[in-house]
């Protein structure tokens, strides 16, 4: 392999690793750190609060609790369902 080409690889790579880095520290990979989104649909009536007045959703989520801010007057922040596992 000739000196430009690895020069050009390594380029490649070192934006590669930026961009793998800007994504994770966006809160874009937070998101439900942990769990399954299927975790995070819990009816509004059954929410159990797991935050704060005024927690956002990156500290939601770091606290292993799902976030939704589409529902008023429930808690937005709330302890994620339980997975079980069945056995017969």
């Known amino acids: 392999m000739s000196q430009s080409a690895h020069v050009v690889m390594?380029?490649?790579?070192?934006?590669l690793l930026l961009l793998v880095m800007?994504?994770?520290s966006s809160g874009w990979a937070d998101e439900y750190v942990g769990l399954s989104p299927n975790q995070c649909v819990v009816p509004p009536k059954?929410?159990?609060?797991?935050?704060?007045?005024?927690?956002?959703?990156?500290?939601?989520?770091?606290?292993?609790c799902c976030f939704?801010?589409?529902i008023r007057n429930v808690p937005w922040c709330f302890k994620p369902l339980q997975e079980t596992e069945c056995t017969f």
Do not use: M
Not at 10 to 15: D, I, K, L, P
Not at 47 to 59: I, L, S
């Open 46 to 64: 059954d929410r159990v609060d797991c935050g704060y007045p005024g927690v956002t959703q990156k500290q939601c989520n770091n606290r292993g």
């Open 22 to 24: 800007a994504l994770g």
């Open 10 to 15: 390594e380029t490649r790579a070192f934006w």
């Open 68 to 70: 939704d801010s589409s």
